[in-house]
């Protein structure tokens, strides 16, 4: 018997879905290669010959900006013979693009500039170029897409479930990172997503949280009585910190509200944003393989705070890191048993109605419906 026949639950994914090198590489496909994905903030590309280098799926991407300000972002392949041009640690100016195995050249554009050693050579040049994929930005979000047909990026954001531009008004395009932390999660993406899309393991896993932040007790994830889809933190709580003594600047938008307030969404397929009081944390999932997913994390607050904290940032740092990891090592059970050959398909209760709406959205994309 298979989940779908017990009544009132939903099917979830299946063990193969969790595991499975062949339908990781499918998905990294049909998904990842479908869809706009995060790749990091705007701030990293701030000058003119910045660089950062992504990886989408099986695809490593170069973004850039280029001389005239703007955003370019190529398949990270020379069109000589197919090196790869940057490393993923090698971030940093640069006013072209060199290849590191022969030297040919290219200009921020990606033309072609120069091929040592050819001088004497008469191969036309200007119709050598690095082949160029979709970039663009979003609150100080970089977003690029593989797929030529998409929609444009502010389109596809209104279009999702979880409604991440009701989060424009807290306006994230003006604060700055002050912390990036990195964990290598040893569970698939799906189930960090599955995760991310519940509350009903807050109180057993989050107990810190849940004290500052009273309906996550319930299992629900917002409150019935707010249409806005925030959480109000408890009576005499001001922050999502260890410490509530922090005279933080609340985030733009905050100051309008009744209660002190958490937002959080899920941007399919690889991005969460959680608005709290004080700052934003953005966490992006980079898949590595069907049981191995990075989860970069930047924790962003007003320019202000950023260049010059006038207090401690550390108890907010360290508890929203702390409850990071919880979820990190909670999934990492959850992949230990989904390997179980016992274990054939998960399922979902009616209280996990956004985890239903992430397998559906994935179920449309690669048409495993
Ligand atoms: S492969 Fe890049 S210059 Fe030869
Ligand atoms: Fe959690």
């Known amino acids: 018997m298979t989940i779908s026949n017990i009544q009132g639950l939903r099917a979830s994914f299946t063990r193969d879905e969790y595991t499975a090198s062949s339908v990781f590489e499918k998905e990294m496909r049909e998904v990842f290669a479908a869809n706009w994905c995060h790749v990091g903030q705007s701030y990293q590309l701030g000058h003119v010959g910045d660089r950062l280098v992504a990886q989408i799926g099986d695809e490593s991407i170069l973004i850039v900006r280029n001389k005239e300000g703007e955003l370019r972002a190529y398949y990270n392949v020379c069109q000589h013979r197919g090196s790869q041009l940057c490393d993923e640690s090698g971030s940093g100016y640069g006013g072209a693009i060199a290849c590191p195995y022969h030297a040919w050249t290219y200009s921020l554009n990606g033309k072609l500039v120069s091929a040592i050693h050819h001088d004497q050579e008469s191969f036309d ?61 040893q569970a698939n993406w799906k189930v960090l997503v599955e995760n991310y899309s519940e509350c009903l393991h807050c109180s057993t896993v989050h107990p810190e949280l849940c004290d500052l932040v009273p309906v996550y007790k319930t299992g629900k994830t917002t409150q019935d009585d707010r249409p806005d889809w925030g959480a109000s933190l408890a009576v005499g709580k001001t922050a999502i910190a260890f410490s509530q003594d922090e005279a933080l600047p609340l985030l733009t938008s905050m100051d309008d509200m009744d209660d002190y307030s958490v937002f959080g969404a899920y941007v399919y397929p690889n991005m969460l944003i959680d608005v709290m009081p004080t700052c934003v944390a953005i ?87």
């Not at 930047?298 to 010059?308: I, M, Q, R, S, T």
């Not at 550390?314 to 090592?329: A, C, E, H, M, R």
Request: charged share 20%; proline share 5%; hydrophobic share 35%.
């Open 283 to 369: 966490s992006t999932y980079i898949p590595r393989s069907a049981t191995h997913t990075t989860v970069v994390t930047n924790y962003l607050f007003p320019a202000e705070v950023a260049d010059n904290p006038p207090v401690d940032l550390g108890p907010t740092l360290s508890f929203n890191d702390l409850v990071n990891k919880q979820d990190i090592s909670v999934s990492e059970r959850v992949q230990r048993g989904v390997a179980s050959q016992s274990f054939t398909q998960a399922y979902h209760t009616e209280m996990e109605k956004y985890a239903q709406r992430f397998v559906k959205q994935y179920r449309q994309d690669t048409q495993t419906a």
């Open 125 to 185: 040049r200007e119709c050598i170029a690095l082949k160029q994929v979709r970039v663009d930005e979003w609150q100080g979000n970089l977003f690029v897409n593989l797929n030529e047909q998409a929609l444009p990026l502010v389109e596809w954001l209104g279009s999702l479930y979880s409604k991440p531009r009701q989060l424009e008004k807290f306006e994230m395009g003006s604060l700055k990172t002050v912390l990036t932390t990195i964990d290598e999660a």
